[in-house]
């Protein structure tokens, strides 16, 4: 088999843990498989490139974003040729990559690039040598060779992209939980490891704030069939394996609840309604890939309408000075933010073939006199946004609500 063995930060965190990671390397290897390994900086040492890099300039314009990459990129740079060296030292072979050397091209959108391309020759080659491949996670090169970074907690993207381009058989993910959970349990005690899980519901949840892994890579793996293992670099338990729906899934109402504090609402009060308005305001939104989630465009009245949207808090600020330059007749006071929301989501595909979910939830807050600012929904989603101080207990109440929790001992 080829396996691709993806190690986040507290998996790399120290010289003991980089020790633990090489010797599962090759034991696995010496199974019979060949190993590709994706490392994540040591955990910590992002922020504190990117807290150096603030300290320098706390603001940098757009145009100076490819400098934050160039910082951040180094901290896998360190981690690769750590755990080569480590792996050498336990008795195995390996080589370091970084991004640019297995030519894992991006678009340029610096700080939160897109994968367009990976070219596994020489990682195939390392394989054919009996070389353990330990490849920089998180960063790529765009096409004029500038260095670029994935967003934060891109090398699980980098991972699954690689697993998929290796035509792997699997791709793990190993971190510092079991697996992933139908809740945060640090917010959830009862919270339970789930054993299986559909790509669709892994998305939302991920969308949703539950960082095990970052969204991108559940969207590589649903478009190529990537099978995703994610468990713990601390044992040997079966984690979580996020595959295609499977049949007996849809038996199961809501397989989860998060909440997501990362986003901020914006409302534009009396925007004018006629054509091409909400093209205007989101047009320069998309260009500067910011990722608008909910939006709500209410009844109009002569003439003009509100509308509501949510984005993610970091961009709260380029999202205002984008919308007063689309529409530069808004008044100062028509654009109102709130950066102090919550959005809380229960997630499942079983609410494709059962009705009444959406009612159930609504009623679970009212219970708890908890009042819900914006409503979304798609087929396997309910998402409703509360005030921030809210959210956990809105997360605890719907996750009892929808009988998730461990059976009580
Ligand atoms: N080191 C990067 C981060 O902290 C990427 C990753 O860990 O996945 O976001
Ligand atoms: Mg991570």
Known sequence: MLVVQKFGGTSVGSVERIREVARRCI???????????????????????????????????????????????????VTVGLVSLAIQKAGGQAQSFLGSQVRIVTDSAFTRARIQSIDG??????????????????????????????????????????????????CEI????????????NVVPSARKIDRISYEEMLELASLGAKVLQIRSVEFGMKYGVKIHVRSSFNNNEGTWVVPEEKQMESVLVSGVAADKNEAKVTLIGVPDKPGTAAKIFQPLSGASIVVD??????SEAGRTDLTFTVPRADLKRTVELIRRALPDMAEQGIKTDDNIAKVSVVGVGMR???????????ILAEEGINILMISTSEIKISVVVEAKYAELAVRVLHDGFGLGKAPA
Not at 174 to 185: H, R
Request: aromatic fraction near 4%.
């Open 27 to 77: 034991a696995t290897q010496k199974a019979g498989n060949d190993v590709v390994v994706i490392v994540s900086a040591m955990s910590g040492e992002t922020n504190r490139l990117l807290g150096l890099a603030k300290q320098v300039n706390d603001d940098p314009p757009p145009e100076y974003e490819r400098e934050l990459d160039v910082i951040a990129a180094t901290g896998e740079q």
């Open 174 to 185: 190993y971190t510092d939980v079991d697996g992933v959970y139908t809740s945060d349990p």
């Open 294 to 299: 909910m939006i709500i465009q209410n009844i």
């Open 121 to 170: 020759q020489k990682i195939h080659d390392a394989l054919k040598q009996g070389k353990i491949a330990v490849v920089a996670g998180f960063q790529g090169t765009d096409a004029d060779g500038n260095i670029t970074t994935l967003g934060r907690g891109g090398s699980d993207t980098s991972g699954v992209a690689i697993a998929a381009a290796l035509k792997a058989d699997v």
């Open 353 to 363: 073939s059962h009705a009444g979910v959406a009612l159930r939830t609504f009623e």
